[in-house]
């Protein structure tokens, strides 16, 4: 790992895209994603949802050969933390951060060997949607997690605050 300071920027391969809410009398809808507007390779194989508590932070961590597309529509807003941890990258060792969720609704598609995080920064549970293009463990969870976690790691250069 390098031993230099973060360059802040944007992080290549890494892709933040708004999400409309198409509001009615009835409330809210939000297309995600569509077969349409993805690649092949980041394709989702499989959805979560999870709720994460005021204050929380979920990561550090990083992917091997997964690719999430996370979906911060609300109810919550989320700090998001990227670090470029690819030594071929072209923006190797940038870190980047933006604050999105309801009041500012994104995709975001993080490639592996970007380390990402995220605090829910509102007064009550947010929630956050992944569509990641791998099945967590593999088929019929049979295969090792992919994921190298650094939030257990106090000599981590991975830290959000």
Request: hydrophobic content about 30%.
């Amino acid at each position: 790992m390098s031993e230099k300071p973060f360059t802040k920027g944007k992080i290549e391969g890494v892709e933040i895209r708004p999400l409309k809410k198409f509001v009615d009398e009835r409330g809210w809808l939000s297309e995600m994603w569509r077969t349409d507007n993805v690649t092949e390779e980041v394709r989702p194989v499989m959805t979560y949802v999870s709720q994460t508590y005021p204050g929380v932070v979920r990561g550090p961590h990083e992917h091997v050969d997964q690719t999430d597309y996370f979906c911060f529509l609300g109810p919550g807003n989320f700090k998001l933390y990227l670090w470029d941890n690819r030594e071929d990258s072209e923006t190797y060792w940038v870190k980047q951060v933006v604050v999105i969720g309801e009041d500012s609704p994104h995709a975001v598609i993080i490639p592996p060997g970007v380390v990402h995080a995220y605090k829910n920064t509102s007064p009550h549970s947010g929630v956050v949607i992944n569509c990641p293009n791998a099945l967590y463990m593999g088929e019929n969870y049979s295969q090792p997690i992919d994921e190298i976690r650094h939030e257990d790691d106090e000599d981590s250069p991975f830290k959000a605050d």
